[in-house]
């Protein structure tokens, strides 16, 4: 059987990690943006082997388990102990690793679903085991139940899927502006000086914005969460700063990733394709993914 699943990219704008011993309850609070593009896993689940195999691959690629450990785990959690047999599971993503986009979690929530579409179990099963993965592993704290919840995300209630609370805005014609310049470690940061200044502008965010739920809201306070915490510095806050002359609201840090979005409109595209054409950097202008993830069986040729 071949299964697959869809999980949005997702962009964290502002966040207040929330550390527990237990995995359920350890989270974030705070706001992001689901994308239209994201990850795509392909499950493949065969018998008839004499002995049991879990492989998993990016991109084409096989990994190794200590590449994949988040993946490795959910997988080795969900396909039943007397299963004899070959599963594979190959995830497609449309943005690069390690640039702030949720792909760990999107692999891990994706391989969850595909399996549980297979082997059995629920929605709520499947994304609390990715979530208890990605705390585990140190993958994330907050993205699969955003990623779960699907639009322009607000999380209120720290924890994972079943325990965490998530509420939604309302966002009109918006796009997404992405710019993707590089890496940051999501380990590190956290593991750093910086985590107090993250807690303290975001909880003052969080509360801003459940005063005032607006897209445009949102964006300011992302913006200065950005700049306040130290985060967003140097050449890419000169590159956000020129992207302001033409939006009309403030761009801001993919958190976290070196790197920037916006919410934009149709207006705006050509002079943002102009500015960013000029200084040569890469960028996507993306729909907002509306709804839950995706799971099916697969044929080849298409899905049924």
Do not use: C
């Not at 002995?51 to 590449?67: D, L, S, W």
């Not at 899927?161 to 590190?188: A, Q, W």
Request: negative net charge; proline residues 4%.
């Amino acid at each position: 059987m071949l299964v697959r699943a869809f999980v949005p990219a997702h962009i964290t704008a502002f966040f207040v990690p929330r550390f527990n011993d237990d995995p359920l309850r350890a989270g974030s609070l705070g706001a992001g943006i689901n994308l239209d593009k994201g990850t795509n896993i392909f499950a493949s689940i065969e018998t008839g082997t004499l002995e049991r195999h879990i492989h998993v691959a990016f991109n084409g690629e096989p990994v190794k388990r200590e590449e994949a450990v988040i993946s490795y785990s959910v997988a080795e959690r969900l396909v039943p102990e007397g299963f004899i047999g070959e599963v594979e599971v190959w995830q497609y993503f449309d943005f690069p690793n390690g640039y702030g986009f949720g792909n760990s979690a999107g692999g891990a929530l994706g391989t969850a679903l595909a399996l549980s579409y297979r082997f059995g179990g629920t929605w709520l099963r499947a994304a609390q085991t990715a979530h208890e993965a990605e705390v585990r592993h140190r993958g994330g704290l907050g993205d699969v139940i955003a990623q779960l919840a699907g639009g322009i995300e607000v999380r209120v209630k720290a924890g994972g899927p079943g325990i965490g609370v998530v509420d939604n805005l309302f966002f009109g014609d918006y796009k997404v502006l992405v710019v993707p310049l590089g890496k940051l470690s999501t380990r590190e940061v956290l593991d750093g000086d910086v985590v107090k200044a993250i807690e303290a502008e975001g909880s003052k965010a969080l509360e801003k914005l459940l005063a005032e739920p607006t897209p445009e809201r949102m964006m300011a306070l992302a913006r200065d969460f950005a700049e306040k915490t130290g985060l967003l510095n140097g050449e890419v806050l000169e590159l956000a700063r020129e992207l302001d002359k033409v939006i009309s609201t403030p761009s801001s840090m993919i958190m976290l990733g070196k790197g920037l979005f916006a919410l934009v409109r149709g207006e705006e595209v050509e002079s943002i394709k102009a500015i960013l054409a000029d200084l040569e950097v890469p960028y996507d202008i993306v729909e907002i993914y509306e709804g839950k993830p995706r799971v099916e069986r697969w044929f080849e040729g298409g899905s049924k």
